[in-house]
C-alpha cells in the first residue's frame, strides 16, 4: 500500500484522537495555536517528497504530527495564562490581572452601551476574528453591555440603532494586525439580563465560551472556521433557535434537561455525542419530551471533520 492512499486516513485518524484528548481533557487546546502550527504542512508535503520508503515516510509523518500536537498542548496552556486571564471557578467568573509577558503591541479597549428600561430585545452582531471570547457576570446594573478587549488584533467599533423597543448592536473589528507573533484577542462581554437577546456571531477561528444560561435567547447564529464553540443555555423562554456552520470545530452545547429539543445535523468525518436524544431519521434527533415541553430548543449544525457534544444538564 503506498504511502499517498494510507496518509488522509492516519490524518483523519490523529485528528480524530486529538479532539478525543482535548474533550476528556487530557491536552488543552484552542483553535487559535492550531494556526500557528500551519508549517506542519510543508513539513509532511516535504516528507512525502523524501526518496525513501513508504513505511518510513509513514513513521516520520506519524512523529511530526505528534510532536505538533505536543506543542499545542504545552503552549497553548502557558500562552492562557500568560496572557493575563485567571479562572476563579468553573462557572466562568474571569479577573483581569497584569503581565510582564504580554507583548509591548497590545493594547486595552473598553466600551458599554447605557441601559435602557424601554428596550426588550437586543440583537447583538459579533466580529470575533481571532482570540477567547467569554461571558462577563460582573456588569454594572446602569449597563446594557460592556465590551473589554486586551490584545493585539485589531481595536473593535461599536455602532448601535433602535427600532421601537429593539436595540441592534454590531461589534467590528476595525483593523486586522494579525502576524506570527500575535496572541489574538481575550474579550469579556457584559450582559444585562432584562431584555431577550439575539446573537449573530461572525467567530473564525476563535474561541467561544458563553455560559448564557441566566438570558433570554431568542435566536443564535455562528458562523465559525477551525473553531471552539461552547455554549450554555437557560430555561428563559419558550423557544429558542440555534444555527451553526462551522467546520473543523469543537462544538458543545448544553441545554436544560426539562426544555424538549430538536437537532438537525448534516455532518462529515464528525463525532457526535447526542445523549438524551432519539434519532427519528438520518440527521434529525428529538428528545422524548420534545412534543409535551414548554420550552422548546431547535439546533441545525452544519459542520465538516468536528466534534459535536450536546448535553442535557
Do not use: C
Request: avoid cysteine; hydrophobic fraction near 40%; glycine fraction near 8%.
Amino acid at each position: 500500500m503506498s504511502y499517498r492512499k494510507i496518509f488522509w486516513g492516519v490524518m483523519l485518524v490523529l485528528i480524530g484522537i486529538l479532539f478525543i484528548l482535548k474533550n476528556t481533557g487530557v491536552i488543552y487546546f484552542d483553535w487559535q495555536t492550531m494556526w500557528r502550527i500551519w508549517p506542519i504542512i510543508l513539513i509532511l508535503w516535504g516528507i512525502s517528497l523524501i526518496p525513501v520508503k513508504d513505511y518510513l515516510k509513514l513513521i516520520f509523518s506519524v512523529a511530526a504530527l505528534g510532536f505538533a500536537i505536543l506543542l499545542v498542548n504545552r503552549y497553548d496552556k502557558n500562552d492562557y495564562y500568560r496572557f493575563g486571564w485567571k479562572e476563579h471557578d468553573r462557572k466562568h467568573n474571569f479577573e483581569w490581572r497584569d503581565s510582564e509577558n504580554i507583548s509591548d503591541d497590545s493594547s486595552t479597549q473598553e466600551m458599554f452601551q447605557p441601559f435602557d428600561s424601554t428596550l426588550s430585545h437586543v440583537e447583538l452582531k459579533l466580529e470575533a476574528a481571532a482570540g477567547d471570547f467569554r461571558i462577563d457576570e460582573d456588569l454594572p446594573e446602569d449597563k446594557l453591555l460592556t465590551f473589554v478587549k486586551h490584545g493585539s488584533v485589531g481595536n473593535y467599533s461599536m455602532t448601535s440603532r433602535d427600532d421601537s423597543s429593539k436595540r441592534f448592536i454590531e461589534l467590528k473589528i476595525e483593523e486586522s494586525n494579525i502576524r506570527m507573533k500575535n496572541r489574538g484577542n481575550r474579550v469579556r462581554l457584559g450582559l444585562n439580563t432584562y431584555p431577550a437577546w439575539d446573537f449573530d456571531l461572525d467567530i473564525g477561528a476563535a474561541n467561544i465560551d458563553f455560559d448564557l444560561s441566566r438570558y433570554n435567547i431568542g435566536n443564535m447564529k455562528i458562523d465559525g472556521g477551525a473553531s471552539s464553540i461552547k455554549i450554555k443555555l437557560g430555561e428563559l423562554g419558550e423557544k429558542t433557535n440555534v444555527e451553526i456552520d462551522a467546520g473543523a470545530a469543537s462544538i458543545d452545547i448544553r441545554i436544560p434537561e426539562g426544555a424538549g429539543a430538536e437537532l438537525k445535523t448534516e455532518t462529515a468525518l464528525t463525532s457526535r455525542n447526542f445523549k438524551g436524544f432519539k434519532k427519528v431519521k438520518d440527521g434529525l434527533h428529538r428528545t422524548d419530551n420534545f412534543e409535551s415541553a414548554s420550552q422548546k430548543f431547535y439546533i441545525d449544525i452544519d459542520a465538516a471533520v468536528s466534534s459535536i457534544n450536546i448535553e442535557r444538564y
